[in-house]
């Protein structure tokens, strides 16, 4: 049995990771801020939640001692330069000195498409400059080749939709309340993949063990359809009966108005919805270059959208 240390394993992504690990008969433990964030793994058999605060070196060291490998889906999409710097580049070093401190030989961190990977300061937002300079710190720690500290994979997932999915679900509840969308971005381009396709890249990725192989290996993790967001916004509608299966009126802004509105909605009480450094992130498309291996080389054919969305959002 192997025994995986799931950072982030409370999440979206990280539920789901956790499901089929444990279905792989292996061992998961999963640290958490907080113990009822992570009621939805809890009660799955062969997982530990652990009680810890995964900034604390010492303490992240030793709980990671005795594991085979690490997943590390922690990340935030909205905060401070400074927040951005402490979740997406501080912990990626720290998670890398406590493998090599603890003998942990292998690690797979979840990234994001739109990273520019040889030059993490040239992407467009506070999120992507702060996963790029993440994944560099994780490939200097790693090394290559034969002397590698451990084996490395890096996920790059495009936009994740699920059941549980914070994004089509967002559209299709939006649209049920107001008559219009008023939408910024909306040519922005996105290559949209299931989460059930990423939680399994995290599996093989383990399975493929590549602690003694090439490393670092970084994979673009997407579906097999390319959308626009106004696409997305309309397709959500259609799949949830709004309207009648008509969906509302996009109508799309300018980038000042945009940012105009992302910044009313930064001010807004209860959860940040979208914010001002989202919009920088959609100046890149979320495409996949096709100059790195895709999900196939991980043996898996990524499901479509429609199928899959059409199933919950017209629940
Ligand atoms: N969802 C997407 O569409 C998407 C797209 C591209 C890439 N990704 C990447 O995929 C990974 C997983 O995403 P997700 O959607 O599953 O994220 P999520 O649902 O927001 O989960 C992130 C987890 O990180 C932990 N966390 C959050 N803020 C933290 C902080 N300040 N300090 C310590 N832990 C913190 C939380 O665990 P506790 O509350 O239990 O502590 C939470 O369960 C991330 O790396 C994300 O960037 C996601």
Same mark, same amino acid.
């Given at each position: 049995?192997?025994?995986?240390?799931?950072?982030?394993?409370?999440?979206?992504?990280?539920?789901?990771?956790?499901?089929?690990?444990?279905?792989?008969?292996?061992?998961? %433990?999963?640290? %958490?801020?907080?113990?009822?964030?992570?009621?939805? +793994?809890?009660?799955?058999?062969? +997982?530990?939640?652990?009680?810890?605060?995964? $900034?604390?070196?010492?303490?992240?060291?030793?709980?990671?001692?005795?594991?085979?490998?690490? +997943?590390?889906?922690?990340?935030?999409? $909205? *905060? %401070?330069?400074?927040?951005?710097?402490?979740?997406?580049?501080?912990?990626?070093?720290?998670?890398?000195?406590?493998?090599?401190?603890? *003998?942990?030989?292998?690690?797979?961190?979840?990234?994001?498409?739109?990273?520019?990977?040889?030059?993490?300061?040239?992407?467009?937002?506070?999120?992507?400059?702060?996963?790029?300079?993440?994944?560099?710190?994780?490939?200097?720690?790693?090394?290559?080749?034969?002397?590698?500290?451990?084996?490395?994979?890096?996920?790059?997932?495009?936009?994740?939709?699920? #059941?549980?999915? @914070?994004?089509? =679900?967002?559209?299709?509840?939006?649209?049920?309340?107001?008559? +219009?969308?008023?939408? #910024?971005?909306? $040519?922005?381009?996105?290559? &949209?993949?299931?989460? @059930?396709?990423?939680?399994?890249?995290?599996?093989?990725?383990?399975?493929?063990?590549?602690?003694?192989?090439?490393?670092?290996?970084?994979?673009?993790?997407?579906? &097999?359809?390319?959308?626009?967001?106004? @696409?997305?916004?309309?397709?959500?509608? @259609?799949?949830?009966?709004?309207?009648?299966?008509?969906?509302?009126?996009?109508?799309?802004?300018?980038?000042?108005?945009?940012?105009?509105?992302?910044?009313?909605?930064?001010?807004? &009480?209860? &959860?940040?919805?979208?914010?001002?450094? =989202?919009?920088?992130?959609?100046?890149?498309?979320?495409?996949?270059? *096709?100059?790195?291996?895709?999900?196939?080389?991980?043996?898996?054919? #990524?499901?479509?959208?429609?199928?899959?969305?059409?199933?919950?959002? *017209?629940?």
């Amino acid at each position: 049995m192997k025994n995986i240390f799931v950072l982030g394993g409370s999440g979206f992504v990280g539920a789901h990771v956790c499901e089929k690990l444990v279905r792989q008969g292996w061992h998961v %433990t999963v640290p %958490t801020r907080r113990r009822s964030n992570a009621r939805n +793994v809890q009660p799955l058999p062969f +997982v530990t939640v652990l009680d810890l605060d995964v $900034h604390d070196e010492a303490a992240l060291t030793q709980a990671m001692a005795g594991h085979d490998a690490v +997943v590390n889906l922690v990340a935030i999409l $909205h *905060g %401070t330069p400074e927040a951005f710097q402490k979740v997406h580049v501080d912990l990626p070093q720290k998670i890398a000195r406590a493998c090599v401190a603890s *003998g942990v030989k292998q690690l797979v961190h979840v990234s994001a498409l739109g990273v520019n990977g040889p030059q993490p300061e040239a992407a467009p937002s506070n999120y992507l400059r702060s996963k790029g300079q993440g994944e560099a710190v994780l490939v200097q720690a790693a090394g290559e080749g034969v002397g590698a500290a451990f084996g490395l994979t890096i996920l790059r997932p495009s936009v994740i939709f699920g #059941a549980e999915d @914070q994004f089509l =679900n967002l559209f299709a509840k939006l649209q049920k309340v107001f008559p +219009v969308m008023p939408l #910024a971005g909306s $040519h922005a381009r996105f290559q &949209p993949v299931w989460v @059930q396709d990423v939680a399994l890249a995290v599996v093989r990725s383990l399975e493929r063990n590549n602690a003694s192989g090439p490393t670092p290996c970084v994979v673009e993790v997407c579906g &097999p359809d390319i959308f626009t967001l106004k @696409q997305l916004v309309q397709l959500s509608a @259609q799949l949830a009966g709004v309207n009648e299966g008509r969906g509302r009126p996009v109508i799309p802004l300018p980038l000042w108005m945009g940012r105009m509105q992302a910044l009313m909605l930064e001010l807004a &009480p209860g &959860p940040t919805l979208m914010s001002r450094d =989202n919009l920088d992130s959609m100046r890149t498309d979320n495409v996949a270059t *096709g100059l790195l291996p895709g999900l196939e080389s991980l043996g898996i054919k #990524a499901a479509a959208l429609r199928p899959i969305a059409a199933e919950y959002l *017209g629940r």
